[in-house]
């Protein structure tokens, strides 16, 4: 393996013999443990709640009168639920505010004697014509703030939120990793050297098939050589037409391949790591990682765990102080 191919970075000090076997026993494989390249992992979806407004609770004092010991169920953090109350004498915009566990989801075959108030007039225009829109089921609510020691109509406070209409992905926790060659490694030296990013194109088919990187996630960059390993530490910066103003030249469209684009910005490396100095890298299938996939959660850890050591030593190598005197 040629040196000119390796970016110049000060060789890391080979770790005590207390610290190899702490790593071991952190890292090491046994009988319960999976090291799979690949995580068979299923999307999920959940809805994001935004945040719509803040109030009051009109009405407190008359609704509640009918069950004083209501005054000491409730608390912050209460969920509750808003109902349109379309035939209201009063108010032709009335939204009231019960217990959520007191709401089946049907207004029509709701009691209205068994609420906690309403949104006052002056907050529930909007409110009402998006219920009437049919979004009605996309409004939640919950107690903020709850003082005893305020008048009636102002001892509660509701924040009222929104949900997506569509849902997102949640993703785990994990990392993933891919291998490069010795030239990608040279050229992305080059590159985070010049403009604190590197480009690269991940992806295959049928690409339906493949969950990308997204905006945030990390990315472990191996490089396995005859005696050592080279790793980085990436996150995603841009994709796909966000990568643009990170180009020197924009890529035309469309793609020749399967694969999209991606800025990667580095979190931490190049670290050298001897072969047989972390034991689970040797067991690491390299042919099978892919930038697609997520890693096991086991073999995510290890990765996680080996970075986590190294960093108070980069540190100090660097010569940051961790303990700066600011007097």
């Keep these: 393996m040629k040196s000119n191919n390796l970016p110049t970075q000060q060789q890391r000090q080979p770790a005590s013999p207390d610290e190899k076997i702490s790593d071991a026993n952190r890292l090491e494989d046994d009988a319960n443990v999976r090291f799979l390249n690949d995580y068979p992992w299923q999307p999920e979806y959940r809805y994001r709640q935004f945040f719509f407004k803040e109030c009051a609770v009109a009405g407190l004092s008359f609704h509640l009168e009918k069950n004083d010991d209501l005054w000491f169920e409730l608390d912050e953090g209460t969920k509750l639920a808003l109902i349109r109350q379309r035939d209201n004498p009063h108010d032709p915009n009335a939204v009231a505010v ?130 050592q390993y080279i790793l980085y530490l990436m996150r995603v910066l841009a994709t796909n037409d966000q990568c643009a103003p990170y180009l020197d030249v924009p890529e035309e469209r469309p793609f020749p391949d399967d694969c999209s684009p991606f800025i990667l910005t580095n979190i931490m490396g190049p670290i050298k790591i001897n072969s047989g100095e972390y034991e689970f890298l040797s067991r690491v299938n390299s042919m099978h990682l892919s930038a697609t996939n997520y890693l096991s959660p086991e073999l995510s850890q290890c990765f996680t765990t080996l970075f986590a050591s190294i960093l108070p030593q980069e540190i100090s190598n660097r010569n940051f102080d961790t303990t700066p005197d600011i007097d």
């Design 98 to 227: 019960a217990l959520a566990d007191d709401y089946d989801g049907n207004p029509e075959d709701f009691d209205f004697d068994f609420i906690l108030g309403y949104i006052p007039r002056t907050e529930n225009a909007e409110i009402a014509a998006m219920m009437d829109a049919g979004y009605a089921d996309k409004f939640s609510a919950e107690i903020t703030t709850y003082n005893l020691s305020e008048s009636l109509n102002n001892r509660i406070r509701i924040t009222i939120c929104i949900e997506s209409c569509k849902p997102e992905i949640i993703r785990p926790n994990l990392l993933r990793a891919t291998t490069i060659s010795a030239s990608t490694l040279a050229d992305m030296n080059r590159s985070l050297t010049d403009k604190g990013t590197a480009y690269f194109r991940f992806g295959g088919f049928p690409p339906h098939e493949l969950m990308h990187p997204d905006v945030g996630e990390k990315i472990v960059l191996l490089y396995q050589g005859e005696n």
